[in-house]
């Protein structure tokens, strides 16, 4: 009897087994075959996209055909594109436009650039160049754009008429140089606005001479302009007033002091063929 029992028991064991495989698989049969079928889809598309990009990296499709530039003034075409090594029949898949940009950059006018592929076959080149604004001597003398960096040493082929920034060392350059770009800026500015006086042919500048936080100007005709610190505005419209006086009365300065701090409204003027100085004349 007892062995009767343990046929009867496993025959329940088999079928309860079976039922239980059953139930698995009307529960979890539906999520099971989404997996098998997102894994196959998976699969699929990672083969199509490999030989997808196969394709397009041997396509003729995408081979350079034409290059484009914008921006450009003191650097050619040709220079960018034998520093980037642009040639037709590149693909456009391989590009490497980050190395390109860097390489670019390399060309002493080129402050900036941008490349962008055009797909099929064609590529533009964005390129912001320096804007020189003056030349400046550090041991060599520089071209100095509107930022106050010196971004390249002067080459006979520049052609560049500009005005001279002097009294900055190389090595205080090296050694400070985000203090040595203010001071510079600053020498521009005023190099700016005394522009916007519209100075005569011998009345433009020919130096900014930068001396400690002070500066001076000299003119083309070798005036000098004693600017002092602070307030340029001010005492560049003072000058211009100076001036008049002085023209009405048929007379030039070789130097005019704007720098009184004691009187600020005050202007020194030493008077060209004279050794005498007119000094204290107000200009309020």
Do not use: C
């Not at 009867?8 to 997996?35: L, M, P």
């Not at 042919?201 to 302009?225: F, I, K």
């Not at 600020?264 to 008077?271: I, Q, S, T």
Request: charged share 25%.
């Amino acid at each position: 009897m007892a062995f009767g029992k343990s046929r009867n028991r496993r025959r329940q064991d088999t079928a309860q087994k079976k039922d239980a495989v059953k139930g698995a698989v009307r529960t979890h049969g539906a999520s099971v075959g989404k997996g098998l079928l997102a894994a196959v889809l998976t699969a699929g598309l990672v083969w199509g996209g490999v030989e997808v990009r196969s394709w397009a990296l041997s396509s003729p499709r995408f081979q350079l055909q034409e290059v484009s530039f914008t921006g450009l003034s003191r650097a050619s075409r040709a220079e960018l594109v034998r520093l980037s090594g642009l040639a037709p029949g590149q693909n456009l898949f391989a590009m490497d436009v980050a190395t390109l940009e860097r390489a670019m950059l390399q060309h002493p006018w080129v402050r900036g650039v941008e490349v962008t592929r055009h797909f099929p076959a064609t590529v533009s080149v964005q390129v912001v160049e320096h804007a020189p604004a003056a030349l400046v001597v550090l041991g060599d003398l520089y071209v100095l754009d509107d930022e106050g960096e010196p971004f390249k040493r002067v080459t006979p082929g520049d052609g560049l008429d500009l005005p001279l920034v002097t009294g900055v060392e190389r090595d205080a350059y090296v050694k400070d140089p985000d203090g040595v770009r203010e001071r510079m800026r600053a020498a521009l500015a005023v190099a700016h606005s005394y522009a916007a006086l519209k100075p005569g042919r011998h009345e433009r500048l020919s130096e900014v001479r930068l001396e400690g936080a002070a500066l001076a100007l000299v003119t083309m005709a070798g005036q000098e302009v004693r600017m002092g610190e602070g307030d340029a505005d001010a005492k560049l419209s003072r000058l211009a007033r100076v001036r008049r006086e002085l023209s009405t009365r048929g007379l030039s300065a070789d130097v005019i002091h704007l720098d009184n701090r004691a009187r600020p409204g005050w202007v020194a003027v030493k008077l060209s063929n004279s050794a005498s100085e007119r000094s204290g004349v107000s200009t309020r």
